[in-house]
């Protein structure tokens, strides 16, 4: 039998389903060759050998929604029906596929069908269409917090991520390898299956007619979305800036890859398990179903992506006007059928007057004409642009060449550095210290360790390492997950803390992992509730005690929670014990209507007395406060108010009427009262995404959204108000605090754009001990990530000498270290190795250097 939620996408959703962009899928369905959990020998490794057909078949669903005359067939081939005949079609056809090696055409459909797999899972969760989703999918993430708006195809989210998330994936990750090569395309096999599938079909018993396609129409579409995907690699990053202030919210740039709901590394996860499911298929044979009659061929409309119809058309009408000698791209006979897709090794002067009109393209008829994204004079701006890139690059945009060997440093190449040792690992996802003696400990996660053994992608980990005053630095200890008997996808380790809880004279941690799921983890989507393990120290010693498994956990039971994601610890109630506060700031609120209201949670210093015990957050808790209003996410950001009963808390997507997502930050009692309020000014400024509470009441609050013109760049500020003389409601603008800011105001908006467009500034701060001096992390500045000290006394604004490698997110989190002596920046996706290689990518890694 087919899983329930084929019925309910194929036969009741009122409209077609447009997706995540070709760029996007392919992004995903690369990144999780890091993940694969693949079984037997014939498909381990597989995608990674046969990346051309992997490559093609990752956006292959969407192709007949922008081609060919039966845009229903571009919906029949998203979903498991199609899988299900692409597996017994393979079964059939061919039975040796494994003895005839992995160059022949059954390895090629299998491998071009672990891409259409991996697009399959990551429109589920991208839209939030599976049953027991709740709703959850990150375009109806996007649209609760950054427009807002709700139901399954919120246009205005559904156009920020499909056509944005395109440009996202050009300046937030590195597109050096893509298109690599040629594509392979198993034209005939393809329909083939269509034709099978017709076989169950009986047109006279439906309103509609049986989907089918033509050999025609998948080669000139493969040709175009090749060409397609070659303009967003090459001419993305430049395209952006320009786009960015009109192509969606805050939240679609910075959660694009991090969204623990739909986001790419998500998505990744998922494509995981999904392809072990569809090597099962094919290995020992799908689900029987008599149901696919009724599930296919759905409507005659066409589905709501007319932009990339119009766009592919276009392409296609300039190959034509271009001719072979002009147009670089090339189609080839593949035998059995199959074709290739793919560019010539050396673009040259010939291609040069093809490609200015591919990037006008790109401008005019992909963002211009149907999206009205562009204004004419900014439009006619950009192409000059992409014209002069052209012109000083040609020669180079063709060639096949192995990428250029990354090295994650400090500037000088002296100061010590940690780095993760597995492809996207990201190893400094989160990271706390704390002073040991001479010594500071480091508690260092890392979000994306995966099990190779058994196939357990992104399960994470935690490692605490000592680092001196003379730079020696040793890992003292491994941490261990309450699941590590049974690995689980959860993240482990997107949160840490280390402290003394129980006051023993020894150092604690915390490991949190917002991903775990409870008991549904393996269902077709995760339910996301959250869990905090706690370790009582010492953490480490000799050599053969070195993993430490965790004294108990507290966890959430509300899905889709993220218990975790925000924790806090301090000596909340004036009692002279440490206390602990923890947020899940996409719980809702109690009521069935709400949804990602948020929810912060108390322990006091009881529940870590005695050894500590364990349990359900709400049967722990000393006291639980809970958001106001719909999607929220309060619980972003906390401070303890050290001895006065009083948090701290940053509600970042608060809305008032005609400004979306202006954010606010409350001081609240333990009771829920409240005793000042200071809300956001800006459209989507993101007040109380980040907050940070130094010597004598100084509160520093990030603003990561705030534009510093009338476009939206999404620089990002930082206030600091004094907060003894708050009272009541205030708007941050008129708190009196001082602003801080990471350029000068003097530059040109157009060179404003390139330095600091989505830097993000603001994103972390840290307070010296004394209140002299703040660090601010910018993940996003120049798309690498910078690192800022701020000066109290003088107000001078420094930038630390750090190297944040493009898409590295270098300064997501920055804290002291050694008593103020020296800065530690983590830089959770920095690569090592060359950017051709998916088994070398994002290790992550820390770097420490000497404060100013």
Known sequence: MLLPFVSLLLLSLPTSISSAGMVSHNVISRRAISYERFTSQAFSGLSEERADALQGGAPWPDYLYACGDDHNAGEIDHWEPFQIMAATYIRETYPNWI??????????????????????????????????????????????????????????????????????????????????????????????????????????????????????????????????????????????????????EYMTSSAYVDSEIGGVDDNAAWTAFMQGRWEDWVLNGPPESDELRDLLGRREEDPPNRSKRVWMNKIKELMEEAGEEGNPFRLEDAGNGAVRVGIVDEVGEDHVEFLKKLASSVVHHFIQADEKMLGATEATELEKMLWDHIDDSIGKGGENTEGETKQLQAKDPTQPLLSGSQSHQQFGYSFDSASNGDC??????????????????????????????????????????????????????????????????????????????????????????????FFYGPLGGAEDERTVEPTFSIYGDESWGLFGKVVEVGDVDGDGLVDVVVAAPQSGN??????????????????????????????LATAVLRGEGERVHFGSSLQIVEGESRLIVGSPYFHVEGKDAVGKVEMMGLGGEKFWTVFGCDHAGVVGGSLKLGAGGQLAVGEVGHNHTSHELRSGRVTIIDTGGLEGDVQLCDAGGVEIEPHDSEKHFWDKLKLFNEARFGAFM???????????????????????????????????????????????????????????????????????????????????????
Not at 122 to 141: M, P, Q, R, S
Not at 181 to 206: A, E, H
Not at 595 to 615: C, L, P, Q
């Open 99 to 248: 003895e005839e090696g992995r160059e022949g055409p059954g390895a090629g459909l299998v491998a071009f069908f672990n891409g259409v797999v991996s697009h399959y899972i990551a429109d589920e969760n991208w839209h939030g269409l599976c049953d027991g989703c709740e709703n959850k999918g990150f375009i109806k993430e996007i649209g609760y917090t950054d427009f807002p708006c709700t139901g399954d195809l919120c246009q205005n989210a559904h156009k920020a991520t499909d056509t944005g998330g395109e440009f996202v994936a050009a300046v937030q990750t590195d597109l050096d390898w893509y298109p690599q090569g040629y594509w392979y395309m198993p034209t005939q096999d393809l329909v083939n299956i269509f034709d099978n599938m017709n076989k169950t079909c009986n047109p006279m018993s439906r309103t509609t007619y049986c989907p089918t396609t033509k050999p025609r129409y998948i080669n000139e579409c493969s040709l175009a979305f090749y060409a397609g995907s070659y303009a967003v690699s090459k001419f993305g990053s430049l395209v952006y800036p320009f786009l960015s202030h009109r192509l969606g």
């Open 440 to 533: 500071d400990l480091l508690l260092v996660g890392s979000t994306g360790w995966s099990i190779k053994e058994g196939g357990h992608p992104q399960v994470g980990k935690a490692q605490v390492y000592s680092h001196c005053d003379g730079g020696e630095t040793e890992l003292v200890a491994e941490l261990l997950s309450a699941t590590v008997g049974e690995p689980v996808y959860e993240r482990f380790g997107a949160t840490t803390k280390l402290h003394d809880l129980n006051g023993d004279g020894d150092l604690d941690a915390i490991v949190c992992a917002p991903s775990w799921g409870g008991e549904n983890v393996e269902a077709v989507v995760g339910n996301y509730t959250g869990r905090c393990d």
């Open 590 to 619: 109690g009521d069935d209507d709400k949804t990602n209201t948020g929810v912060v949670f108390v322990f006091d210093s009881a529940v870590f007395s005695a050894g500590g015990k364990g349990g359900k957050a709400d049967d």
């Open 766 to 852: 840290e307070w010296a001990e004394d209140g002299g001096k703040l660090l601010v992390g910018a993940p996003g500045g120049r798309m690498g990530g910078k690192v800022f000290e701020w000066n109290r006394e003088g107000g001078e604004l420094v930038e630390l000498d750090i190297i944040g490698e493009h898409g590295a997110r270098t300064g997501a989190v920055v804290k002291y270290g050694l008593g103020g002596k020296k800065v530690v920046v983590n830089s959770p996706r920095a690569s090592l190795g060359s950017a051709n290689r998916p088994d070398e990518e994002e290790f992550g890694g820390i770097i420490v250097v000497d404060a100013s």
